[in-house]
C-alpha cells in the first residue's frame, strides 16, 4: 500500500508563486513516474505536470513556462514549483505516483486558490 501526502496549497495573489511537496511512503521498490494532476469545478481532472524515472517530464499545455516539477529519489518526494499563478490556475492539485507491479496511487488533494 501506498500513501502520498500533499502540502503546499492554500490562497495565492495572481502573478504570485506557490511551491507544493508530496511524500510518499509504504512497501515499493521503484516509482516509475510521479506528478500532479488538478480538477477545477466542473470540469475533468488533467494532467499538471509529470516526472519519469530517467529525468523525463511532461508538462499541461496551460502551465508551460510557469510550472516545474522536480522528484527526489532519494526520499521519494515530488515538488511542484507554480509561479505566475493566474486565476485560471485555481484547482484542487492532487499528487500521483505510478509503480509497477501495484498502479497508479492518488494523494488526497490540496487546494490551490487565486485571487485578489
Known amino acids: 500500500q501506498v500513501q502520498l501526502v500533499e502540502s503546499g496549497g492554500g490562497l495565492v495573489q495572481p502573478g504570485g508563486s506557490r511551491r507544493l511537496s508530496c511524500a510518499t511512503s509504504?512497501?515499493?521498490?521503484?516509482?516509475?513516474?510521479m506528478g500532479w494532476y488538478r480538477q477545477a469545478p466542473g470540469k475533468q481532472r488533467e494532467l499538471v505536470a509529470v516526472?519519469?524515472?530517467?529525468?523525463?517530464?511532461n508538462y499541461g499545455d496551460s502551465v508551460k513556462g510557469r510550472f516545474s516539477v522536480s522528484r527526489d529519489n532519494a526520499t521519494n518526494t515530488v515538488s511542484l514549483q507554480m509561479n505566475n499563478l493566474k486565476p485560471e490556475d485555481t484547482a484542487v492539485y492532487y499528487c500521483?505516483?505510478?509503480?509497477?507491479?501495484?498502479?497508479?496511487?492518488w494523494g488526497q488533494g490540496t487546494q490551490v486558490t487565486v485571487s485578489s
Open positions: 509504504g512497501s515499493f521498490s521503484d516509482i516509475y513516474s
Open positions: 516526472a519519469v524515472r530517467g529525468g523525463h517530464t
Open positions: 500521483n505516483v505510478f509503480i509497477e507491479g501495484i498502479g497508479p496511487s
